[in-house]
């Protein structure tokens, strides 16, 4: 089968887990010998596509006509410079349109599978249909549903950050699905999300929990009687509970002896920074991937993800589950659905400093029932089967291809 994949950024651009995971498919699909060619975003020199090959799937960079995402360090002005020229992109960008037609003439896709699509808008789905070609959407986020491309947890329905802005923001993406034949998430919650605020594919929706990526690191041994190392993973943004740790760690003063390893990159690193200035239990690492990144989670004993918002899935809880941690997590969202609460991990309210301090003293305090978490976690995540989740897209593709998604009402919403 020949796949064209569409994803706003690509290794070795890297913003979290989503085009990781992406990467990872697509290298995968082509491994079990599917033709596999990617259209990604890459800078002005790119023109009208520049074309590499990784892991065996053909990469065609192009410009979308702005940067997507503010760089590293930028101050606020630049940050609002960049979002607003990003979303203006985001509305209708017809040099993205322009440039899946193109590639759809040289790669003669029998299905696209859409990804994050922020900067390149909705335009790739309408030119994927008049080409058409059946499109397989893959929602890693909230971009359908709020300008943020994340919705604050409160109990659901009826109202969470339900304001003018998401319903005006909501009328302008969510009808757009209509252009999609298969919406997929990675979590049931994600999916029934979507689906209640307006997105209307043309097949429904699937669930298709993340595999375990191939290439994770495994699970070393972890020396006794050192401190317990908690770890943040991820975006550096308040909707991921930055200030929810900050407020657990000043009440943490008294507790047993362990240690906070914060890596990520956003607007919220001067305050990660000035939490690691502030404690010495705290040491805020940047942005880290690939050995680096490995490193992290094997040395650490507990993944915090504190998260206030109604995630899809944090891909980081099932690495970090795989790499021998238990994990602490917010119970809303698409990562709590991986946790089974006391068994694999704990959960704790969203937003919630106090109970969030409790759950990481208690584990601090108790290495017996740590140990217990982390063995216990670690068969979960292995158990998530990667091969499993591939098979799961290609069915869907050849379903999407033939026609015949509509017709497996069992699975699909």
């Given at each position: 089968?020949?796949?064209?994949?569409?994803?706003?950024?690509?290794?070795?651009?890297?913003?979290?887990?989503?085009?990781?995971?992406?990467?990872?498919?697509?290298?995968?699909?082509?491994?079990?010998?599917?033709?596999?060619?990617?259209?990604?975003?890459?800078?002005?020199?790119?023109?009208?596509?520049?074309?590499?090959?990784?892991?065996?799937?053909?990469?065609?960079?192009?410009?979308?006509?702005?940067?997507?995402?503010?760089?590293?360090?930028?101050g606020p002005g630049a940050r609002l410079r960049v979002q607003l020229r990003a979303h203006a992109l985001d509305l209708w960008n017809p040099r993205a349109a322009g440039a899946l037609r193109r590639l759809a003439q040289?790669?003669?896709?029998?299905?696209?599978?859409?990804?994050?699509?922020?900067?390149?808008?909705?335009?790739?789905?309408?030119?994927?249909?008049?080409?058409?070609?059946?499109?397989?959407?893959?929602?890693?986020?909230?971009?359908?549903?709020?300008?943020?491309?994340?919705?604050?947890y409160a109990p659901f329905p009826p109202g969470f950050a339900d304001g003018p802005l998401r319903r005006l923001y909501a009328r302008l993406?969510?009808?757009?699905?209509?252009?999609?034949?298969?919406?997929?998430?990675?979590?049931?919650?994600?999916?029934?999300?979507?689906?209640?605020?307006?997105?209307?594919?043309?097949?429904?929706?699937?669930?298709?929990?993340?595999?375990?990526?191939?290439?994770?690191?495994?699970?070393?041994?972890?020396?006794?009687?050192?401190?317990?190392?908690?770890?943040?993973?991820?975006?550096?943004?308040?909707?991921?509970?930055?200030?929810?740790?900050?407020?657990?760690?000043?009440?943490?003063?008294?507790?047993?002896?362990?240690?906070?390893?914060?890596?990520?990159?956003?607007?919220?690193?001067?305050?990660?920074?000035?939490?690691?200035?502030?404690?010495?239990?705290?040491?805020?690492?940047?942005?880290?991937?690939?050995?680096?990144?490995?490193?992290?989670?094997?040395?650490?004993?507990?993944?915090?993800?504190?998260?206030?918002?109604?995630?899809?899935?944090?891909?980081?809880?099932?690495?970090?589950?795989?790499?021998?941690?238990?994990?602490?997590?917010?119970?809303?969202?698409?990562?709590?659905?991986?946790?089974?609460?006391?068994?694999?991990?704990?959960?704790?309210?969203?937003?919630?400093?106090?109970?969030?301090?409790?759950?990481?003293?208690?584990?601090?305090?108790?290495?017996?029932?740590?140990?217990?978490?982390?063995?216990?976690?670690?068969?979960?995540?292995?158990?998530?089967?990667?091969?499993?989740?591939?098979?799961?897209?290609?069915?869907?593709?050849?379903?999407?291809?033939?026609?015949?998604?509509?017709?497996?009402?069992?699975?699909?919403?």
């Amino acid at each position: 089968m020949r796949i064209l994949a569409v994803s706003n950024t690509y290794p070795p651009e890297v913003i979290g887990g989503a085009e990781r995971l992406t990467a990872a498919l697509c290298a995968s699909l082509a491994a079990r010998g599917h033709t596999v060619a990617v259209l990604t975003a890459g800078p002005p020199p790119c023109g009208n596509g520049v074309r590499e090959t990784q892991r065996g799937a053909g990469i065609t960079r192009v410009w979308p006509g702005g940067r997507l995402f503010p760089p590293a360090g930028a101050g606020p002005g630049a940050r609002l410079r960049v979002q607003l020229r990003a979303h203006a992109l985001d509305l209708w960008n017809p040099r993205a349109a322009g440039a899946l037609r193109r590639l759809a003439q040289t790669a003669r896709p029998d299905v696209v599978h859409t990804h994050n699509l922020y900067g390149f808008s909705p335009a790739v789905w309408s030119a994927a249909r008049r080409l058409g070609l059946p499109v397989v959407h893959t929602a890693h986020d909230a971009w359908l549903l709020h300008p943020r491309h994340n919705l604050l947890y409160a109990p659901f329905p009826p109202g969470f950050a339900d304001g003018p802005l998401r319903r005006l923001y909501a009328r302008l993406y969510a009808p757009r699905t209509r252009a999609v034949d298969i919406l997929c998430t990675p979590s049931e919650s994600h999916l029934r999300l979507h689906l209640a605020l307006g997105c209307r594919p043309r097949a429904g929706g699937v669930c298709i929990p993340h595999g375990l990526p191939p290439d994770t690191a495994p699970a070393p041994e972890r020396p006794p009687g050192r401190p317990v190392t908690f770890l943040y993973l991820g975006r550096l943004d308040a909707h991921k509970g930055l200030g929810v740790l900050d407020a657990a760690f000043r009440r943490l003063d008294g507790a047993p002896p362990l240690r906070l390893e914060i890596a990520g990159e956003g607007p919220r690193r001067a305050a990660a920074e000035r939490l690691a200035a502030r404690d010495p239990r705290v040491a805020c690492r940047g942005f880290v991937d690939g050995p680096a990144r490995d490193a992290l989670l094997q040395r650490a004993d507990v993944l915090l993800y504190p998260s206030l918002c109604l995630e899809s899935f944090g891909l980081a809880v099932l690495e970090a589950m795989a790499a021998g941690c238990t994990a602490v997590v917010s119970a809303a969202g698409g990562q709590a659905e991986r946790i089974a609460d006391g068994r694999t991990g704990l959960t704790v309210p969203p937003g919630d400093p106090a109970a969030l301090a409790e759950r990481i003293a208690s584990l601090a305090d108790d290495r017996d029932r740590l140990a217990a978490l982390q063995t216990a976690a670690r068969a979960a995540a292995r158990a998530a089967s990667w091969e499993a989740m591939v098979d799961a897209y290609e069915a869907l593709y050849a379903r999407a291809a033939g026609g015949g998604a509509c017709h497996q009402a069992g699975q699909l919403m």
